[in-house]
């Protein structure tokens, strides 16, 4: 199957900061990436999709100016949460869509812990 | 509102056994339909994918689809500790002139020794 990377697997900041979290499809380009939140034991929940060269499409509740999304080529998307709290810890996943199949490979994931 | 439906389990079945996970789905225009595997404290690894009606086999693993029922399911044959694990059943529907996937809570498996 497809590589999807992801950067940082795990990352601890203090409450204020920003953290930016970077998604790569690694063996093929992805015009359309998706970001997910998985709090523990909980199901998947759909953040954003990021399309290339266009403005993410977020899910109703979600924060915009609070979680950033850019999306500046064919393989990379980057998730920025701003101004981190400890109610912005959770388990941070991207996926990847391979074109005109529709599957979707997901990263590895990133644990964000705020203090 | 487009739903996937999956029972939450837990499903405890011995090992060398058939697993039989299932789910159901209301959009009758999807065309795409997938099941992942999490375990716990890691994403989704993508097992199965399947569109048409009928079975998709890979290896241990089954998919069958029914179309006419909204009904898609995973067999595992020759249960192994290791597929312990949450199974994701995830239906691709158009939303907004997009796609994306519907996914389904996930049932937990566990293949008892």
């Known amino acids: 199957g497809a590589v999807v990377s992801q950067h940082p697997s795990r990352v601890i900041c203090k409450s204020g900061t920003s953290v930016k979290i970077e998604c790569r499809s690694l063996?093929?380009?992805?015009?359309?990436m998706f970001w997910y939140r998985q709090f523990p034991k909980k199901s998947l929940m759909l953040m954003a999709t990021s399309n290339e060269g266009s403005k993410a499409t977020y899910e109703q509740g979600v924060e915009k100016d609070k979680f950033l999304i850019n999306h500046a080529s064919l393989t990379l998307s980057t998730l920025t949460v701003t101004s981190a709290h400890p109610e912005d810890s959770s388990f941070y996943i991207c996926s990847a869509r391979v074109p005109r199949v529709y599957t979707q490979y997901f990263g590895p994931g990133t644990r964000l812990t705020v203090l | 509102q487009k739903e996937v439906e999956q029972n939450s389990g837990p499903l405890s079945v011995p090992e060398g056994a058939i697993a039989s996970l299932n789910c159901t789905y209301s959009d009758r225009g999807s065309q795409s339909f997938f099941w992942y595997r999490q375990y716990s404290g890691k994403s989704p690894e993508l097992i199965m994918s399947i569109y048409s009606n009928g079975d998709k086999e890979d290896g241990r693993f089954t998919a069958q689809l029914n179309k006419a029922s909204q009904y898609v399911s995973l067999l595992i044959r020759d249960s192994q500790p290791s597929d312990s694990a949450t199974y994701l059943c995830?239906?691709?529907?158009?939303?907004?002139?997009?796609?994306?996937?519907?996914w389904g809570a996930g049932t937990k498996l566990i293949i008892k020794p």
């Open positions: 063996d093929f380009q992805a015009t359309t």
């Open positions: 995830a239906v691709n529907v158009l939303t907004d002139s997009n796609y994306q996937l519907i």
